[in-house]
């Protein structure tokens, strides 16, 4: 494609400049890319344009502000508001490609994981793009939703290698940031709906109204509501448009907690899903749901189920103890990852290690401090991503809800911080390591350091 092209519906241009790709973040850039400089949160795209340069990027586009370098830009007034023309232009074949979209709080990443294995044991090849990787592409992001050039190239990509569903993990900030625009939603699931992201959206009622935006879509052929949510009303009301199916744990025939998951029983069928914690089976059913209304029978699906595995960093275990490693970030996570340990095992204490981010939603942290304080038997607290703020500060916020009759430990080098609390770990305690899940970076002020909790506690605990 050339500039010609992508610009026509546009603004007109004689730049005849063939081109590779778009970009808005210079770690994107790849050698013929159009570098798209936009106002961000903090700073201005303007000011990366030479980085972008460096990196191979032959053309730029700009919004209101005037630029000098030494590839070719073009001012194009309210820049923002073409984004998504220009996606469409570039990457023609992404909109026919049928997606499943994931939205809610919690478990977006495990309903994600499990519809993608479902499928690819039912023969359908599917690709996977959220929190923990974007399968079939040699694309990454580090957003739950990437921004709109990335997801419309991996989108394209799939289509030219022959994938016809993908599977999108769809956060709040992606609706808001109209990073999904334009895309061919057949499927809008929801899991729940809980406290999270107040530092972007403000309020609850705020984060929810965002999230309805993915139900109202003229695309869809089906939503998939979780009935055991308080809000799921809510998303009903606005998708009356289209086909409703509701999912909830009353599905279940018969759910006996076990050690290594739960006995299930479900129509006719009896089985064991090596899976922890109720909000589990809860996304077993809406990956179900899914699969069934892409086609597929229930009697083809269920006998599958047994089979699925967690996504790395969900209630992860570590082999070699009774030690897990699990994404939980926020109050209610928190709290159902601790009563998770404690249904499936009666007889231990619980201990859990985790902190809170910087530079996100502040009210939830002493919410997090009430919950560990009231549920676990031992706390220990240390950094999670502090990012910009201070950690101790952090902490500070977190035992403003610690019960005054608890003595957390507290320890803000994490890696030092799960090494004690392993090589103290008692016998009859378990172990939860909570927060950050499979990340493998941790986040300061002025640096990035490699760290992987579930490496770091399998290290450990082997040497223990």
């Known amino acids: 494609m050339n500039m010609i092209q992508l610009l026509a519906d546009i603004t007109p241009t004689k730049i005849d400049l063939e081109i ?10 790849q050698a013929g890319d159009v570098f798209v400089a936009l106002q961000g949160k903090s700073t201005h795209g303007i000011n990366y344009i030479q980085q972008a340069i460096d990196k191979g990027c032959v053309a730029v586009l700009v919004d209101s502000k005037d630029c000098e370098c030494s590839v070719p830009s073009i001012r194009i ?13 570039c990457y023609p074949q992404a909109q026919q490609v049928n997606i499943v979209g994931i939205t809610g709080t919690n478990g977006k990443t495990s309903v994600a994981y499990f519809i993608s294995q479902l499928l690819t044991k039912l023969g359908v090849e599917n690709g996977l793009i959220g929190t923990l990787e974007i399968t079939n592409s040699n694309a990454t992001s580090n957003n739950t939703t990437p921004d709109i050039f990335t997801l419309y190239k991996v989108l394209n990509n799939y289509y030219l290698k022959g994938i016809k569903t993908a599977i999108l993990e769809v956060s709040s900030h992606g609706l808001d940031q109209d990073r999904v625009a334009g895309l061919n939603f057949n499927q809008a699931i929801f899991t729940n709906l809980t406290q999270d992201h107040l530092d972007y959206h403000q309020t609850l009622e705020e984060y929810q109204k965002t999230k309805l935006k993915l139900f109202k879509l003229d695309s869809l052929n089906c939503v998939i509501i979780n009935r055991d949510d308080a809000c799921h009303k809510n998303f009903l009301s606005v998708s009356k448009h289209t086909k409703q199916i509701t999912y909830g744990l009353d599905d279940f025939k018969k759910i006996k907690p076990i050690q290594q998951g739960f006995l299930c029983q479900l129509e006719g069928f009896v089985f064991e899903l090596s899976l922890l914690g109720t909000f589990n089976l809860s996304n077993v059913l809406a990956a179900l749901s899914s699969i069934e209304q892409l086609g597929f029978k229930r009697t ?6 047994h089979q699925l595995l967690s996504p790395t960093g969900r209630m992860h275990k570590i082999n070699t103890g009774l030690i897990w490693v699990d994404y939980a970030h926020t109050p209610d996570a928190l709290e159902n990852a601790i009563t998770t340990l404690q ?20 009210d939830k942290r002493a919410q997090m401090g009430n919950i560990a304080s009231t549920l676990a038997n031992s706390v220990v607290l240390t950094n999670d991503n502090p990012r910009d703020e201070d950690p101790q ?3 500070d916020d977190i035992m403003v809800g610690i019960d005054t ?5 507290i320890t803000l080098n994490r890696r030092l911080a799960i090494q004690s609390a392993i090589t103290t770990l008692g016998d009859d305690e378990c ?28 290290a450990i605990s082997a040497q223990s």
């Open 20 to 29: 590779y790709g778009l970009c808005l973040h210079t770690a994107d850039v």
């Open 77 to 89: 007034n309210n820049l923002k508001q073409h984004l998504l023309t220009l996606s469409a232009t």
């Open 300 to 305: 083809q699906i269920i006998p599958l189920l």
């Open 343 to 362: 249904k499936h095992y009666p007889e231990h204490k619980v201990r859990i290690l985790f902190g809170c981010g910087g530079n996100r939603d502040k």
């Open 393 to 395: 500060a952090i902490i």
């Open 405 to 409: 009759h608890f003595a957390p430990k």
């Open 431 to 458: 172990l939860l390591i909570a927060g950050k899940g499979g990340e493998t970076t941790q986040q300061f002020e002025d640096k990035i350091l490699s760290l992987d909790d579930i490496q770091i506690a399998a």
